[in-house]
């Protein structure tokens, strides 16, 4: 079964400080997605990393994929309020196009 | 910006009957998913769907659950005798040829079995 950890469950932190969420695994993913999901709604895709020691940014969020294609993080610079959601990885085997998901980390960040 | 969209929002029906949610993908996709979510629990694959047949289904995906490509538009998920338990959020998603696993989500339909 391959499983995708995502670290923290929960974090809750001041505006203006900086956070990594962590998502590993013991399988190697051909891709690795990070999505924001908002109560009620469909995950929003934030990124796509495809090579291994990839590194993307969006703005504020770093995201980068291990060298290895296992793991992958996400990092937010100076988080603001409107960064407060649920952030998800999902992952891609090579074998077929189904993703693996995270359990998420709920994100609050207060003013 | 084009996205996918879901019908109905919210689908209340009684244990036993047969439910039809309905998903139109982005118009240039080839690939289409259905995946869903159990209240607090992680999303789920459920079928992916492509060139018109089942590419890959889940233990989910039993012969309760089918899905079909009516017309040109629409993406369809079935479920003939709906249990308390396929409760959730069902999401539909699409990708292009050629970057399957970056999949575009709609916002849903959450079924309710009673």
């Known amino acids: 079964t391959q499983l995708l950890e995502q670290s923290p469950q929960f974090l809750s932190i001041q505006e203006g400080e900086n956070l990594t969420v962590y998502c590993n695994s013991s399988?190697?993913?051909?891709?690795l997605q990070w999505y924001r999901q908002e109560p009620g709604e469909g995950p929003v895709l934030l990124v796509t990393?495809?090579?291994g020691g990839e590194v993307k940014k969006l703005k504020r969020l770093t995201f980068q994929f291990g060298d290895a294609r296992k793991d992958s993080s996400l990092h937010i610079t100076a988080a603001q309020p409107g960064d407060t959601g649920l952030y998800l990885c999902?992952?891609?085997?090579?074998?077929?196009?189904?993703?693996?998901w995270g359990a998420g980390t709920k994100l609050i960040i207060k003013p | 910006e084009p996205e996918v969209t879901q019908t109905p929002s919210h689908q209340v029906t009684q244990m036993g009957q047969e439910v039809i949610l309905r998903c139109v993908p982005i118009?240039?996709?080839?690939?289409f998913y259905w995946y869903r979510q159990i209240l607090g629990q992680k999303v789920e694959f459920l079928v992916s769907?492509?060139?018109?047949?089942?590419?890959?289904k889940s233990e989910i995906f039993d012969d309760q659950f089918s899905v079909e490509r009516p017309d040109g538009s629409n993406f369809t998920l079935k479920i003939r005798s709906t249990k308390l338990e396929d409760s959730a959020m069902y999401f539909c998603?699409?990708?292009?040829?050629?970057?399957?696993?970056?999949?575009?989500f709609g916002p849903g339909t959450r079924l309710t079995v009673l």
């Open positions: 399988s190697v993913f051909s891709s």
């Open positions: 118009s240039n996709h080839l690939y």
């Open positions: 990393v495809v090579t």
């Open positions: 999902a992952g891609a085997l090579s074998s077929n196009y189904q993703l693996i």
């Open positions: 998603a699409s990708s292009v040829l050629g970057r399957a696993y970056e999949q575009f």
């Open positions: 769907f492509y060139n018109n047949e089942i590419s890959e």
